[in-house]
């Protein structure tokens, strides 16, 4: 994201939102300029030649692994693989920085959270595997109100990529045949 990207992130964000609200669920209000504050990354998609921002997805670092704070593609562009892309450009930064899994939460039933994430290789993470980071995650959402409907923690595995620095140094690994 660039600096001038905010205000088209919050109306993203706040458009992705309006297909719960259609589909009958009723969440508090959001600002996405909260979330922004805290988040580390944050991944746009825009159409081509410059074209308006698709959607987003933003990531922070909860324990020790990355976790999806938040992925949301406009209405208006859904269904057409920007949500899939922001994904996966996700999952392959985490993995060349040597992490092994990505976190996320969701809304366990609705079609576009759970069962897709479930689709893209997410699996529900039982709550004794949690830790305190994601415990506190889970914990802030509901006092932020938004567990309406029955909620998930999901991981999908990650392969690292070789020569990926798995402690974040910024160094990479070097293979042993690797020269220098």
Same mark, same amino acid.
């Given at each position: ?24 669920v ?52 859904? =269904? ?5 892309? @922001?994904?996966? /450009?996700?999952? &392959?930064?985490? !993995?060349?920085? $040597?992490?092994? +899994? ?18 893209r290789g ?28 029955? =909620?998930?923690v999901?991981?999908?595995? @990650?392969?690292? /990529?070789?020569? &990926?620095?798995? !402690?974040?140094? $910024?160094?990479? +690994? ?7």
């Open positions: 994201m660039r600096p001038g990207d905010e205000p088209r992130v919050v109306e993203v964000s706040l458009a992705a939102d309006t297909v719960f609200s259609d589909a009958g009723v969440l508090p209000p959001d600002d996405p300029r909260e979330m922004l504050a805290h988040v580390e990354r944050v991944l746009v998609a825009c159409g081509p030649r410059g074209g308006p921002m698709l959607g987003l997805a933003a990531t922070a670092t909860v324990g020790e692994g990355p976790h999806l704070e938040q992925l949301a593609v406009h209405p208006a562009h859904g =269904r057409r693989g920007a949500g899939s892309a @922001l994904l996966e /450009a996700v999952c &392959a930064e985490a !993995a060349a920085s $040597g992490h092994t +899994r990505l976190t996320l939460t969701t809304f366990r039933d609705l079609p576009w959270n759970g069962p897709w994430y479930s689709a997410f699996s529900v993470l039982p709550r004794a595997a949690w830790g305190p980071g994601l415990e506190r995650v889970w914990d802030a959402e509901e006092r932020a109100g938004i567990g309406v409907l029955p =909620r998930v999901m991981e999908r595995p @990650l392969s690292p /990529a070789p020569g &990926a620095d798995p !402690a974040g140094t $910024g160094r990479r +690994r070097r293979d042993a045949s690797s020269p220098g």
